[in-house]
């Protein structure tokens, strides 16, 4: 929200709210996250085992194919940051 904030004209200091660790924080959530989505049977790769391996990461597609029908079906885009209302 920072960088909307910003791209409109505004200084972060106007903002209430400061997160502690930001933006370390966001960054280590996501690469933890990243590890354990990939880390999550890690045997399974190391040995081979393509059943384990595709029963571990069907979500990965299924939730691509999901989020790509959405936006085909209802055609939508990406705002551009300096047009999103914030105030």
């Not at 040995?47 to 939508?76: C, E």
């Amino acid at each position: 929200m920072a960088e909307q904030f910003t791209k409109q004209g505004h200084s972060v200091d106007e903002l209430v709210y400061h997160a502690r660790w930001f933006p370390l924080g966001p960054i280590v959530a996501a690469v933890m996250g990243l590890v354990i989505v990939f880390g999550q049977d890690l045997q399974a790769v190391t040995s081979g085992q393509w059943y384990r391996l595709a029963i571990s990461y069907m979500s990965l597609p299924v939730f691509l194919g999901m989020f790509a029908y959405y936006k085909i079906r209802y055609r939508t885009h990406v705002i551009p940051l300096d047009q999103i209302k914030l105030k």
